[in-house]
């Protein structure tokens, strides 16, 4: 049965119909609340109008003449069919409603007729005329009876060929050209223009008007559109519409024209508010490095590096010295012991600074992109900036910038800066006690030397000069493990903020600019503009 045949019956003759109606589906699909509703319904009027017609026999072509009333479509049509079963008449308007003609015994041209609303049908054995034509004579479009005009135009919507039949008299009539051939212009090679009553004019006279006819059609870009001269009356150049219609038959490809062109039309519309596939790129790297700049990062990772610095000082500082800075400073800030620098540890993050970041990455990834791809990338990249102040304090505040493991390195410079500080203090203590014994006028105590240098004396000078240089070298080993242990502290908070912009700003932009991609494909396909076998690689 006809009508149960599926869209892709086309695809017998033309792949890329059913391949470019596919992508207007897609795109459909895609385009759904983002583009003009008007637009998108009427692409999607488009796929439906495609699906009923190719259900309905793809393999029949239906011929409709059109035309004003009394240009001679009744005429035509009856000598086409060869047999008077339309009505002609000299008082107009005569025909109030399309007839049929089918030719050849398809079993059931039904549905189609049905789906075109044509209740009077004819049907003849092929003959002059090929089998698998259905032609129909239409009423006048310049109608005094306002349904002659609606029923013209459901068939202009739904016919395979549109023959147009005009009179010498009204062939530059706006109604037609305005009203119907302008708009026709998609579907060009589909349209035939015949200029009937041709018996009327003289030879000179009817070129002068084929030619002005030519000369209007090709200025509303109906080019491809064939144009021939008849007389109902004379029978003349009736041969040439027959062949004319039967090869749109023959070839059979007249269905899918018209289907092409309608998906042209609309898909072309569309692409005008998606623009070509862009690649268009979110630079997440200079949004993560602005944030960085806007969440007061910095100011986290150098409170982490003076923690480091007072507990490895702590840790390497040698015993006595601590020993007494501890005294000294408990005496004058009891409150020391707690340590945590206060006031640092509260990220500064500055939403002003975030949302000028995430505005920039959305302004920036809209450059190019038709109207409406800035208002959405702005609304997407608002609302992120909405969130994502707080969505970063938060993961800021989980990095523990306080923390730092204790260091072996550590216990070295303590033991061995401690063991300096006890020899200088032996020293100075065992000379304090050689001068008591001198002062007191006893026999001195022996003193061992080393070389020529008294013990005693070598462990109080030595012992300090080595202390100082210890300590000189101590501090350059801590300020060069805190500037470490800042990178350190730096990077894992840039990476929390960069988790976190990922989630929030640049993954929402990213499906945005997706969807722009995929419906930018989806659409170069269905206007036909890209191959469907390379377009779906790179789509897929
Ligand atoms: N001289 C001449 N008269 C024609 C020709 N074709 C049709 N006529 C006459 O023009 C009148 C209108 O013809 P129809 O075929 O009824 O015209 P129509 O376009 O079907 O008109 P409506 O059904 O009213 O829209 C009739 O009297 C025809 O005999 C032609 O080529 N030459
Ligand atoms: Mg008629």
Redesign the pocket.
């Known amino acids: 049965m006809p009508s149960s045949r599926p869209v892709t019956a086309v695809a017998d003759r033309g792949p890329a119909l059913a391949e470019r109606l596919g992508a207007l589906a897609d795109a459909v699909d895609a385009a759904d609340g983002r583009l003009d509703e008007d637009l998108v319904s009427r692409a999607r009027a488009v796929l439906v109008k495609a699906q009923e017609r190719l259900a309905r026999g793809p393999d029949t072509v239906v011929v409709a003449?059109g035309?004003?009333?009394?240009?001679?479509?009744?005429?035509?049509?009856?000598a086409m069919a060869g047999t008077p079963v339309?009505?002609?008449?000299?008082v107009?308007?005569?025909?109030?409603e399309p007839i049929s003609f089918s030719v050849g015994d398809d079993p059931d041209p039904g549905p189609l007729l049905d789906w075109l609303g044509v209740r009077r049908r004819h049907a003849g054995p092929a003959g002059a005329l090929e089998e698998g034509l259905i032609l129909v004579?239409?009423?006048?479009h310049d109608?005094v009876e306002l349904d002659?005009r609606q029923i013209v135009d459901r068939f202009v919507e739904r016919v395979d060929v549109l023959v147009w039949?005009v009179?010498p008299l009204k062939y530059a009539q706006r109604a037609l050209h305005d009203g119907y051939l302008k708009l026709l212009a998609a579907h060009a090679r589909v349209v035939v223009l015949v200029l009937?009553?041709?018996?009327?004019l003289s030879r000179d006279a009817r070129a002068a008007v084929l030619h002005d006819l030519r000369r209007l059609l090709d200025a509303e870009g109906l080019r491809r559109a064939k144009l021939l001269s008849?007389?109902?009356?004379?029978g003349e150049g009736l041969d040439g519409l027959r062949s004319t219609i039967n090869d749109y038959v023959i070839e059979r490809r007249a269905v899918a024209e018209r289907i092409a062109g309608d998906l042209g039309n609309v898909s072309n519309a569309l692409v005008s508010q998606v623009g070509p596939p862009h690649a268009a790129t979110l630079d997440a790297g200079a949004l993560a490095r602005s944030l960085v700049a806007a969440c007061g990062v910095e100011p986290l990772a150098a409170a982490g590096r003076r923690t480091y610095v007072n507990d490895a000082n702590d840790a390497t500082r040698p015993a006595v010295t601590s020993a007494v800075l501890k005294r000294v400073r408990s005496v004058r800030n009891p409150l020391r012991r707690l340590r945590r620098p206060a006031g640092t540890s509260a990220p500064d993050v500055s939403s002003i600074g975030v949302r000028h970041a995430v505005l920039m990455l959305a302004d920036e990834a809209a450059t190019d992109l038709p109207h409406p791809w800035p208002q959405r990338l702005h609304d997407a990249a608002h609302n992120a900036a909405e969130k994502l102040p707080s969505a970063v304090a938060r993961a800021l505040d989980r990095v523990d910038v306080h923390h730092v493991p204790r260091r072996a390195w550590w216990r070295l410079f303590w033991v061995v800066g401690s063991a300096l500080e006890l020899a200088t203090l032996l020293g100075v203590i065992w000379l304090t006690m050689l001068a008591a014994v001198g002062w007191l006028q006893l026999p001195p105590p022996p003193t061992p030397e080393v070389g020529s240098a008294p013990l005693p004396t070598l462990m109080a000078i030595g012992g300090l000069l080595a202390s100082l240089v210890w300590g000189f070298v101590r501090r350059r080993a801590v300020a060069a493990a805190a500037a470490r242990h800042h990178a350190g502290v730096f990077s894992r908070l840039a990476k929390a903020v960069g988790i976190v912009a990922d989630e929030h700003a640049v993954r929402p932009l990213r499906t945005e600019l997706d969807v722009h991609a995929r419906l930018s494909q989806a659409l170069q396909r269905a206007a036909g503009r890209a191959s469907p076998r390379r377009a779906r690689s790179q789509g897929g």
């Open positions: 003449l035309g004003g009333t009394g240009s001679g479509k009744s005429s035509l049509f009856n339309s009505r002609v008449g000299a107009r308007p005569v025909t109030g004579d239409l009423p006048d109608s002659h039949v009179d009937n009553h041709a018996d009327t008849t007389s109902a009356r004379t």
